[in-house]
């Protein structure tokens, strides 16, 4: 039997068609006949044909002959109780007489929208397309207030339990059903959902999606895993070049979503672990290590990190690769050198960056601060004084845009830093201090 056969279409590229197709087939069941077998048999055939529409893989056009091995994600699950209740409920008489009317005339068309949502959500590379979410979602029966009250807290459960989703889409969701409305309040058997969204809508926490294709045939991924989790270091330099035709990009977001949970629970050892195995199958997301070396800073600035910590030089080195003119990062890489007992590499790299970025008085306050800890005050107050000098007129600069060492993006970040800057002169309150990039994630 091939997966045609059970999607009861004909052979097809059109990933839409497909997904229709296989909610049509799902609804199609009724709730007596419905069994988890023939579910997990459906299910398979809409993955191989997603699959082959995106690889063309034509090892996928066959089902296979035992289904004992079957398995679903926890996220599909997540879909299918609700689902498989809503299907119970349109047998019971009593049960639909207590929903609210528009409710009970459209539940069966609730279901084949839930079920589309599921379908959809199933699908790595569909879902992280907010297009694809807004298509679903102009379904007429949205616009009926009664029917997103209904659909609310069952379809975020859906949504948090396999959370894996755009920052974008989850501000959309959240959007249409109202999660984060200020009169809405969620149940108490709701933390979880709640945590879940707090951080998913959270532009602190937003990371890129944008360039996660699948071109080609991926190796087996559970040998992949084990591959991949097994290795303790960042092969930076070492491993093969990841590109974007041969990653498995959604292994990829899940350990970087498991880095990133990590690091917000602050969780070292598990963020390490989680960022290695995500950087070692592609080291050319920029998000990913933007938001491992501010948590590296972190543990360096409380003393939770070794000087000697090649990781977090090497992240460093990446980040150099991706901005190379961000002066946040070029000042960290003196600071490193510094830390490393290197004091007259380091005051070349601040001299360097003092000629590259006058109107940065950060680089200055990080020269001052290496003076001071090599004891040499005279010169720490010379730089000091340095700092009181240009600050207003650098200030002006900034102000008026005619800075020509920065770009435009960076302009404000650096006007701020050097108010910050000017604060700690003014005291006289200097401190080994760490500077994040200029560059902020999209």
Known sequence: MTIWDVLKIKVTSDIGEIRRAYVQVLCSVSPETFSASEFLYQHEAYIRALNLSRTGDTSCEVMPKDASALRITRGVIAYMEPIIRLREMTSDDDLIKQLPRSVAERHEDIICFYTSLMALHDDFYSRIDINNWKAILKNDIIQDLDIVKYLKLPILASCAAEPLLPHQV????????????????????????????AVETSPEWALSFSRFRLTRRLPDRAKHKVETQAVSTWQFGQAKKS???????ELYAAYRKFARDAIIEDQSQEAKKWFISAANIFDGDSDLFIIYFDYLLFLKENNRLPISDLLYYDVLRRLLEFYPEDVGYLV???DYFLDQGQFERAMEEYEKLENQFPDC??????MAEAYQQNNRESDANKVMKKIQKRYESVQERLESGRSHSLDATSIQAIYKQNQEVMSIVSQNKLEHRRFRGTKHRK
């Open 361 to 366: 008085l950060m680089v200055l306050l990080a």
């Open 243 to 249: 590109t974007e035709f041969n990653v498995d990009f």
């Open 332 to 334: 960290n890489r003196a």
């Open 170 to 197: 989850w501000i959309y969701l959240s959007m249409v059903f109202g999660w984060k409305d200020p009169n809405f309040r969620l149940p108490k058997d709701y933390e979880h959902e709640k945590a879940v969204l």
